[in-house]
């Protein structure tokens, strides 16, 4: 194994995901990215907040 796939599992692992679920996926994104480079992922995050009427 070389050491990008040795990460993305680190991750996996720091989650608390099971790495043996993800294996296979995570491989596979690990041959993607060797074959075809860097990718751009975006991710969203909202903060709603709210109050019980009075």
């Known amino acids: 194994m070389d050491s990008a ?3 993305l599992i680190a991750e ?3 989650e608390a995901a099971s ?4 294996r296979t996926r995570l ?6 990215i060797q074959r075809e480079g860097a ?5 969203t995050r909202h903060l709603i907040e709210a109050k019980r009427p009075d």
Do not use: N, T
């Open 5 to 7: 796939f040795e990460e």
């Open 12 to 14: 996996a692992e720091a």
């Open 19 to 22: 790495v043996d679920a993800y």
């Open 27 to 32: 491989r596979e994104l690990h041959e993607l």
């Open 39 to 43: 990718f751009v992922a975006h991710s």
